[in-house]
T-cell receptor, first 119, second 116 residues
Framework: DTGVSQDPRHKITKRGQNVTFRCDPI?????LYWYRQTLGQGPEFLTY????????KSRLLSDRFSAERPKGSFSTLEIQRTEQGDSAMYLC?????????????????FGAGSRLTVL | GENVGLHLPTLSVQEGDNSIINCAYS??????FIWYKQESGKGPQFIID?????DKRQGQRVTVLLNKTVKHLSLQIAATQPGDSAVYFC???????????????FGTGTQLKVEL
């Protein structure tokens, strides 16, 4: 296992089109997170899964965004009817599940990201 | 127009010097902090973490200092190398004791440039 994999690395699309990103987390990690990062800013939380359950969503995740993790392994993030404001880097991260300060639960391992450009 | 957000704070250091990157965090209830390094075109990479019951933690060539009184975090890099050139982010979290995901809140980042 070489870490968190994201695909595609770059996507250029026209406004109004739908796009889908895929994330393959570290195999033994049962938590999976999606973050969005715009130029010059730190990543912002979008949503996370524990196994196949989507447990929390940010207000940033509008109705046009949907994320799934159907078998508790890989995840997809779909953006419908893209807008220019959706242009950003979409980062996936994974971690072990755990409570409190349990080892591995608090440190997120990030993928290289999927950069979206909406024309 | 002005490109708000595109101009990261920048720290330029000579190779071999020590670097100190500072971060002011926002939530006094945060009890766990992480420093991440992000190179161009890559995702954030974990460097070092610290719990709020500590004020200092050392790793290999890096030290993190935490001052909860003023909500300040710093990352010290010893003998800075060209490979250290990147954007550095601090991230904070309020650890959940009864389960649930750990959403990190990231700062805006500092660009470290190492000059040869």
């Amino acid at each position: 296992d070489t870490g968190v994999s994201q695909d595609p690395r770059h996507k250029i699309t026209k406004r109004g089109q739908n796009v889908t990103f895929r994330c393959d987390p570290i195999s033994e990690h049962n938590r999976l997170y999606w973050y969005r990062q715009t130029l010059g800013q730190g990543p912002e939380f979008l949503t996370y899964f524990q196994n196949e359950a989507q447990l929390e969503k940010s207000r940033l995740l509008s109705d046009r965004f949907s994320a799934e993790r159907p078998k508790g392994s890989f995840s997809t993030l779909e953006i419908q009817r893209t807008e220019q404001g959706d242009s950003a880097m979409y980062l996936c991260a994974s971690s072990l599940a755990g409570t409190g300060f349990s080892p591995g639960a608090n440190v997120l391992t990030f993928g290289a990201g999927s950069r979206l450009t909406v024309l | 127009g002005e490109n708000v957000g595109l101009h990261l704070p920048t720290l330029s250091v000579q190779e071999g010097d020590n670097s100190i990157i500072n971060c002011a965090y926002s939530n006094s209830a945060s009890d766990y902090f992480i420093w991440y390094k992000q190179e161009s075109g890559k995702g954030p990479q974990f460097i070092i973490d610290i719990r709020s019951n500590m004020d200092k933690r050392q790793g290999q060539r890096v030290t993190v200092l935490l001052n909860k009184t003023v909500k300040h975090l710093s990352l010290q890099i010893a003998a800075t190398q060209p490979g250290d050139s990147a954007v550095y982010f601090c991230a904070e979290n309020k650890v959940r004791l009864t389960g649930g995901g750990n959403k990190l809140t990231f700062g805006t980042g500092t660009q470290l440039k190492v000059e040869l």
